[in-house]
């Protein structure tokens, strides 16, 4: 199995991770918006996300902590959604990849997942945290 190296290698996980997601149970619901504008319209985006983390090619410029402040708004996060969402990640990069940088996808991953729930369950102490403001 090959390692994530490419942009190509992110936008094959990315796809496989949503079409999980779009058909989860707990996730779905949190997705639908998604859905329904279209995966081709966000996959660029998310695709500079994760090339900026693992590739660091430095090409995201955006903060994802608006998006997901709404969505929480919207739908009431929990725990659950967070857990989720790390287990559905890592099943995927393990279906597709092995090595170093698919390693580092996973665990990147379960860090966003802390900041994110530190920041929108717990926005008192998520403040003082010190997560890294790409989560912000």
């Given at each position: 199995?090959?390692?994530?190296?490419?942009?190509?290698?992110?936008?094959?996980?990315?796809?496989?991770?949503?079409?999980?997601?779009?058909?989860?149970?707990?996730?779905?619901?949190?997705?639908?918006?998604?859905?329904?504008?279209?995966?081709?319209?966000?996959?660029?985006?998310?695709?500079?996300?994760?090339?900026?983390?693992?590739?660091?090619?430095?090409?995201?410029?955006?903060?994802?902590?608006?998006v997901?402040?709404?969505?929480h708004?919207?739908?009431?996060?929990?725990?659950?959604?967070?857990d989720?969402?790390?287990e559905?990640?890592?099943?995927?990069?393990?279906?597709?990849?092995?090595?170093?940088?698919?390693?580092?996808?996973?665990?990147?991953?379960?860090?966003?997942?802390?900041?994110?729930?530190?920041?929108?369950?717990?926005?008192?102490?998520?403040?003082?945290?010190?997560?890294p403001?790409?989560?912000?």
């Amino acid at each position: 199995m090959p390692d994530i190296a490419t942009r190509a290698d992110l936008e094959l996980l990315l796809r496989h991770f949503y079409g999980r997601a779009f058909a989860d149970p707990v996730l779905e619901p949190v997705f639908e918006t998604l859905m329904v504008i279209g995966l081709d319209d966000h996959l660029p985006v998310m695709c500079d996300f994760w090339e900026t983390i693992l590739l660091r090619t430095g090409v995201y410029r955006g903060s994802v902590g608006a998006v997901h402040r709404a969505l929480h708004g919207r739908h009431g996060f929990t725990d659950r959604h967070f857990d989720r969402w790390v287990e559905l990640w890592t099943s995927s990069v393990d279906e597709l990849f092995l090595g170093d940088v698919a390693q580092q996808a996973k665990s990147e991953a379960a860090g966003i997942a802390v900041g994110m729930q530190r920041r929108l369950l717990e926005p008192s102490r998520g403040q003082t945290t010190g997560v890294p403001s790409r989560f912000s």
